[in-house]
């Protein structure tokens, strides 16, 4: 049975989003208290598999577990899976709006209805908590007074919450995208795949993204996303962070791939795995035929090499 690390306590939204996926039902299922350190379990191997949040439509990147992938941690991708987020505001039972004067939750999720509380708890005290589960749990529990929190139904159902205003999200389309990951290995090529690494740059001068633009450009690839995020090493200094369209088995991206290699100071491979969505893959498909044409046309003309000679006379 498989071991799989998540943000809990139980009751968050990736383990929500974990238990949609048919195939992990029977892992067993191993809660840590921050993302980071699911991360740094998966690597260790203490679990087999680690599932974070990466980024949310409505506040971007979730920057603790973009940044423990990129510069902390070396793990890969196996999939990435997309769930609607609908958050609710959960108090003990019999407590009224006009009662809350305190609201526990994880940060990005509080960021995820700013607006709602403006609007309507505009003097409530805002607490953190590590995650949506625990602020649920820690106000079922007495732990904060006359407060409420900010998290998923089953929370609510888990520890004891009512429910007094649902879906109080600023955007109907939240939405979170998090990725699975391993130690090691890469799945297989599905058809609809996406493939993400990390482009370190020589220094800050005109032009450096445009030319790691231009190879993906030159290959007809799809960015599907594109951040740039400091190194940590000073001002300035600036990675950026590209998701594409296919996988490293794809002539085109591992050409690609190849020439990032040689021409930048550090290229970080953070994996090939299924895209999320049920959209085609027919731009990936098509520039895989148009390499192969390409490549048939080139191979053809290196045929003709060292063939028949001109006269000299």
Same mark, same amino acid.
């Given at each position: 049975?498989?071991?799989?690390?998540?943000?809990?306590?139980?009751?968050?939204?990736?383990?929500?989003?974990?238990?949609?996926?048919?195939?992990?039902?029977?892992?067993?299922?191993?809660?840590?208290?921050?993302?980071?350190?699911?991360?740094?379990?998966?690597?260790?191997?203490?679990?087999?598999?680690?599932?974070?949040?990466?980024?949310?439509?409505?506040?971007?990147?979730?920057?603790?577990?973009? /940044?423990?992938?990129?510069?902390?941690?070396?793990?890969?991708?196996?999939?990435?899976?997309?769930?609607?987020?609908?958050?609710?505001?959960?108090?003990?039972?019999?407590?009224?709006?006009? /009662?809350?004067?305190?609201?526990?939750?994880?940060?990005?999720?509080?960021?995820?209805?700013?607006?709602?509380?403006?609007?309507?708890?505009?003097?409530?005290?805002?607490?953190?908590?590590?995650?949506?589960?625990?602020?649920?749990?820690?106000?079922?529990?007495?732990?904060?007074?006359?407060?409420?929190?900010?998290?998923?139904?089953?929370?609510?159902?888990?520890?004891?919450?009512?429910?007094?205003?649902?879906?109080?999200?600023?955007?109907?389309?939240?939405?979170?995208?998090?990725?699975?990951?391993?130690?090691?290995?890469?799945?297989?090529?599905?058809?609809?795949?996406?493939?993400?690494?990390?482009?370190?740059?020589?220094?800050?001068?005109?032009?450096?993204?445009?030319?790691?633009?231009?190879?993906?450009?030159?290959?007809?690839?799809?960015?599907?996303?594109?951040?740039?995020?400091?190194?940590?090493?000073?001002?300035?200094?600036?990675?950026?962070?590209?998701?594409?369209?296919?996988?490293? /088995?794809?002539?085109?991206?591992?050409?690609?791939?190849? /020439?990032?290699?040689?021409?930048?100071?550090?290229?970080?491979?953070?994996?090939?795995?299924?895209?999320?969505?049920?959209?085609?893959?027919?731009?990936?498909?098509?520039?895989?035929?148009?390499?192969?044409?390409?490549?048939?046309?080139?191979?053809?003309?290196?045929?003709?090499?060292?063939?028949?000679?001109?006269?000299?006379?």
């Amino acid at each position: 049975m498989s071991r799989i690390a998540f943000l809990g306590p139980p009751g968050t939204f990736t383990e929500e989003a974990l238990l949609t996926q048919p195939d992990l039902a029977d892992a067993e299922l191993v809660e840590l208290r921050s993302m980071p350190e699911v991360l740094s379990a998966t690597q260790a191997g203490e679990v087999d598999l680690g599932f974070v949040a990466l980024e949310n439509s409505i506040e971007g990147t979730v920057n603790v577990s973009l /940044d423990s992938l990129v510069f902390e941690h070396d793990v890969l991708i196996q999939r990435e899976v997309v769930l609607g987020i609908r958050l609710n505001l959960m108090a003990p039972s019999g407590m009224r709006l006009a /009662d809350i004067r305190r609201v526990v939750s994880f940060d990005p999720a509080t960021a995820q209805c700013r607006e709602w509380l403006g609007a309507n708890l505009p003097h409530a005290e805002l607490v953190a908590a590590n995650s949506t589960a625990e602020a649920a749990q820690v106000v079922g529990e007495g732990g904060v007074s006359e407060a409420a929190a900010v998290g998923n139904a089953l929370a609510a159902k888990l520890y004891g919450l009512e429910i007094v205003a649902a879906d109080i999200e600023d955007h109907p389309e939240n939405s979170t995208r998090f990725v699975l990951v391993a130690a090691d290995g890469i799945p297989a090529p599905t058809g609809h795949d996406k493939t993400s690494v990390v482009c370190f740059q020589a220094a800050d001068r005109p032009g450096s993204l445009h030319a790691i633009l231009g190879q993906f450009t030159a290959r007809d690839i799809n960015l599907t996303k594109i951040e740039s995020r400091p190194t940590k090493k000073g001002l300035g200094d600036y990675c950026f962070i590209i998701d594409l369209d296919g996988h490293v /088995d794809d002539e085109p991206v591992a050409d690609c791939l190849r /020439d990032l290699h040689v021409a930048l100071p550090g290229l970080k491979f953070l994996g090939s795995y299924p895209a999320a969505g049920a959209h085609g893959p027919t731009r990936r498909r098509d520039a895989e035929q148009a390499w192969r044409q390409a490549d048939e046309w080139i191979a053809s003309l290196r045929h003709k090499t060292g063939g028949r000679k001109m006269d000299g006379g």
